[in-house]
């Protein structure tokens, strides 16, 4: 079991930034790919950052949602068992409530099934 709390949401005037936190306890996340989703009202919940797991042969691995590319990113502290999403020139359309997730697999990119989920931290951005 892999638990999961995220922090750091809030309301941001566009154009700021805000860095959201995912704790991780009971599992070692660096054993697990972490992602970062979003679900805004109306629309359907979308990936938009993951980060590969720290043990994969294939090193360490970032993958983002074409619409935050250059504006977020995520990174992730070993020893904090901590992953960060930090935003950056944030826009109304990046409002969501935001969650962390974890997956046990070695699956690349922004697909695939994530096995554990936070509560989710709301982020309001306006205009």
């Known amino acids: 079991q892999v638990q999961l709390v995220e922090s750091g949401g809030g309301v941001v005037q566009a154009g700021g930034s805000l860095s959201l936190s995912c704790v991780g306890s009971?599992?070692?996340?660096?054993?697990?790919?972490m992602g970062w989703f979003r679900h805004a009202p109306g629309k359907e919940r979308e990936a938009v950052a993951a980060?590969?797991?720290?043990?994969?042969?294939?090193?360490?691995?970032?993958y983002y949602l074409n619409s935050v590319k250059g504006r977020f990113t995520i990174s992730r502290d070993n020893a904090k068992n901590t992953v960060y999403l930090q935003m950056n020139s944030l826009k109304p359309e990046d409002t969501a409530v935001y969650y962390c997730?974890?997956?046990?697999?070695?699956?690349?990119?922004?697909?695939?099934?994530?096995?554990?989920w936070g509560q989710g931290t709301q982020v309001t951005v306006s205009s």
């Open positions: 980060i590969s797991r720290s043990d994969s042969c294939s090193g360490t691995n970032t």
């Open positions: 009971g599992r070692t996340l660096s054993r697990y790919g």
């Open positions: 997730a974890a997956r046990v697999d070695y699956g690349v990119g922004l697909g695939g099934p994530y096995d554990y």
